[in-house]
């Protein structure tokens, strides 16, 4: 079978088998690990082709439409999954998975690109000024999200009122620093994002094709996840894992499977100014994009999703907030620095593992 231009993905060609597998398997077997495990190895190539028709399709429309592309459809995947959780009410599973999210991109992402890329050369660089305004913004999502924390522990109140409009009125505010960081990138600043920003690359994928790839990825991007979110309860009780290290530690890394590709291909080729723009900036995309969309979307259903985390969450993001901020200081990386990365997130996961429900 001639492939065409998705000739050099034939390994996520080859792993889409998985997709009409996990429909058979639902009819057979019904909701369950086996259909959890299937339906989330399936996504993983979807997240894959979604990632990359969009990195087509930014190329052909430039830098600023480019930048709304990826705003758009940059998280897809943990948006479409997170979207079919709060229908079936798992809002802690949703806030969960944004934190792991968060997480995921800020240590794994991050510590395997460098991890990789410093295998293969001793030292690479990329622009401090860059990252550093990431990291900024990475900041401000955190206090924007350790306040509605902080009024439950001062208060005692954990529902009510005044959580709902507290978390509706941070989320319109942390969406409203994420569109003006795209204004700032993309437009007064630009000059600072040249290397993420304005890369001359040829697209590979006519415009039709990276659009029919983009609509089709998102249509089983969408049956998929409606799977998992189905068999995920069944699976949780089945492995005897808590709804919070399902959230913060599968489901996010399901996610997040085009990121962990496309930025460790990245660091292994030496544009490293590229795989860390992609591992901060989806970092920030969930903090201040997803996340407050999702507070807006659960207005559509029976229970409004507060921005009230857990403290370990908050200590777990405000933690992982710091390491990278001191490993991203110096514009410079290197294997040693991406295996600490690594290792963090290894302790924050195992930490997950033993927490309470």
Do not use: C
């Amino acid at each position: 079978m001639d492939l065409g231009p998705l000739r050099p993905y034939s390994w996520a060609v080859a792993l889409g088998l998985f997709v009409p597998t996990s429909w058979v398997l639902e009819v057979l077997l019904g909701p369950g690990v086996i259909v959890f495990a299937v339906a989330g190895v399936a996504i993983i190539p979807l997240a894959w082709f979604l990632g990359l028709a969009t990195e087509e399709l930014g190329k052909l429309a430039g830098p600023g439409v480019g930048g709304l592309l990826n705003a758009t459809f940059g998280n897809a995947t943990e948006l479409i999954i997170a979207v079919f959780a709060l229908a079936s009410g798992l809002t802690e599973v949703v806030k969960a998975s944004l934190t792991g999210s968060i997480i995921g991109n800020a240590l794994l992402v991050l510590g395997l690109s460098m991890l990789v890329g410093g295998l293969r050369h001793k030292t690479q660089v990329f622009s401090r000024e860059a990252s550093g305004i990431q990291v900024t913004m990475l900041v401000v999502a955190v206090i924007a999200l350790v306040m509605p924390a902080l009024y439950v522990l001062s208060t005692g109140v954990r529902t009510g009122l005044a959580l709902q409009e507290m978390s509706l009125g941070i989320a319109g505010m942390l969406l409203v620093a994420y569109a003006l960081g795209l204004l700032f990138s993309l437009r007064t600043h630009r000059d600072i994002f040249n290397p993420v920003t304005e890369v001359v690359e040829r697209p590979r994928w006519a415009p039709r094709f990276a659009i029919a790839v983009l609509v089709v990825s998102t249509g089983l991007v969408a049956i998929e996840s409606e799977l998992l979110v189905g068999s995920l309860e069944a699976a949780r009780k089945s492995l005897g894992l808590t709804d919070l290290f399902v959230g913060v530690i599968i489901v996010a890394i399901v996610g997040n499977a085009a990121e962990h590709g496309s930025a460790v291909l990245m660091a292994w080729r030496n544009k490293m100014d590229l795989s860390v723009a992609v591992a901060t900036t989806s970092t920030t995309q969930v903090a201040l994009f997803v996340a407050p969309i999702l507070v807006f979307v659960s207005l559509l259903t029976p229970r409004l999703m507060t921005l009230d985390f857990e403290i370990f969450e908050l200590a777990s993001l405000a933690l992982s907030t710091a390491i990278v901020a001191a490993v991203v200081s110096d514009g410079r990386s290197n294997w040693y620095e991406g295996a600490l990365l690594v290792i963090v997130y290894a302790v924050v996961a195992v930490a997950f593992l033993f927490h309470p429900p």
